[in-house]
Structure formats: C-alpha cells, structure tokens
C-alpha cells in the first residue's frame, strides 16, 4: 500500500522580476514524517515554504497541500496546517493564556475546546503560574516551546516550522526536538528548516537546496553514504560550495 503524501509538488517554481528564487523542485512529503528543508541563506527555501502555507502564489509549477490546490484553496490550506516564523510568532504584549485563546479563535475552535486544551497545554508546558505573565517577559527558550504549541493547538496535519530553534541553548533545543517527536507520533507531519545541521539528523528525510533547486534529497544516512561524509555538515558544505548566489531567501 503507498504511504499517504501530504505534500505533492511539481516543477514549483517562483520568479521575482528576472530573479527566480525557486527554480522547478519536485518532491513529496508523507504523512507523518519530518522533513528537514535545508539551505543557506539565498538557496530559495523560505520562499519555497511560504508558497506551500498558502502565503505567496507560485509563478507557475503545481502543489497540494493535504490534498488541497495551492492556486484555488489558500484558505483551506491555511486552516489545515500551523506555521511557525523565524521570528517569534506570538503577540508579546498579550499574556501567555490570551495568546493560547486568541490563536485557538482564529482557528475556530469552541470556546469549551479552548479552555480544556488550553489547561492541558499549560500543564504540560509546566506554565500554570506563568499563565497570566506577558508573553515578552518569558525566556526565549519558554517562547519558543510556547509558539510551537500554539502553531499545531487546532491539531493540523501538518506544520511548517522556519528556523525554530534560532538562538536557543543546546539543552532547550533538545527539549524543542522531544515536543517535535511527539507531535509526530501524534500523526503530525513536521516540515522545518533549520540551520544547525545536527538537527537535519534527526529527520525521516533531508532536501537541501542550492540556487533555488533541490540538490539533493533522502534519509540523512543515505545522503551521508553519498557524499562520502561522517556528518550532515559534510553534506551540506559539500552542496553548498556550489552555490553561485547570495540574494536572501
């Protein structure tokens, strides 16, 4: 039986001007992996995913995301998936339960949904006494684990998560991962880009763009056996020597 894909794309591509920031990928993700989306800046990757949230249309290829039409059903897209930004997401100067209520509103969900889940959330986050304290006065590494939560609180199928450990210690990166495990277990499919290429290890699959293509794409252990290389950095130094562009991307 084939593995359910959750993402389909084919030649997508994006052009500004005479720029082409990504250049004809294909690729699939199936439901319930996580798939590392590498590159450095300027390789096309964030605006490669802001096409597949629904957020910039394509200049031409095609795509679905959980089944839905990226040209005629951005809205549906929207409301099926969670998004983390590189850049913290929530609002700072609500408080740490009004961003919780406010996100699960925007999604819909019943106000009986949002204070059962939202109480669960906080329990688990081990933030019941900082429920009332302004976002912006939390710990970075508190932030993001709170704006990983609040991305996947409508329970998507799937989230896209833009560098989401960027600036965070060691140890909160490793607690960010565990959060990441579990939400694929839960039948969450994770689609993150990162920069710290330990990280790519801990991926079902790995695609590393250069130039706005997609230079290479399999399991971290194949990719390394490729390459000739005992680590994902390897890996990457080796694709990203070919890179013939510095534009942001």
């Known amino acids: ?41 300027g390789a096309g990757k964030t605006t490669a995913m802001r096409m597949l ?14 089944g839905f039409d ?14 983390m930004s590189q850049k913290f997401s929530l609002y700072e100067d609500l408080t740490v339960k009004e961003n919780i209520r406010f996100y699960g509103g925007i999604y819909g969900k019943s106000n009986i949904f ?25 710990p970075l590494g508190w932030k993001q684990k709170l704006a990983f939560s609040v991305a996947i609180f409508h329970e998507p199928q799937l989230v896209f998560l833009d560098e989401p450990t960027g600036g965070v210690d060691p140890v909160t990166r490793r607690e960010f991962w565990n959060m990441i495990y579990e939400a694929s277990e839960r039948g969450i499919t994770i689609f993150v880009t990162t920069h710290y290429m ?16 997609i230079e290479a794409l399999d399991t971290p252990e194949v990719l390394k056996s490729t390459y000739t290389a005992t ?19």
């Open 114 to 138: 949002i204070k059962e889940k939202a109480a669960l959330l906080l329990h688990q986050l081990k933030l019941e006494k900082e429920a009332d304290k302004l976002v912006g006065d939390l």
């Open 198 to 213: 330990d990280e790519a290890e801990y991926c079902s699959r790995v695609a590393i763009m250069v130039d706005g293509r």
């Open 1 to 41: 039986m084939d593995t359910e894909k959750i993402i389909i794309t084919e030649k997508l591509t994006k052009r500004f001007a005479d720029f082409v920031a990504v250049d004809a990928i294909s690729f699939f993700v199936n439901k319930g992996e996580i798939f590392g989306f590498l590159g450095a800046n």
């Open 70 to 83: 990226i040209y005629r059903q951005t809205e549906k897209i929207k409301k099926n998936i969670g998004y």
């Open 53 to 66: 949230c629904g957020l910039s249309k394509p200049t031409a290829g095609k795509a679905t995301i959980a």
């Open 231 to 249: 680590t994902m950095d390897d890996v990457f130094l080796q694709l990203a020597r070919k890179a013939q562009r510095s534009e942001l991307g």
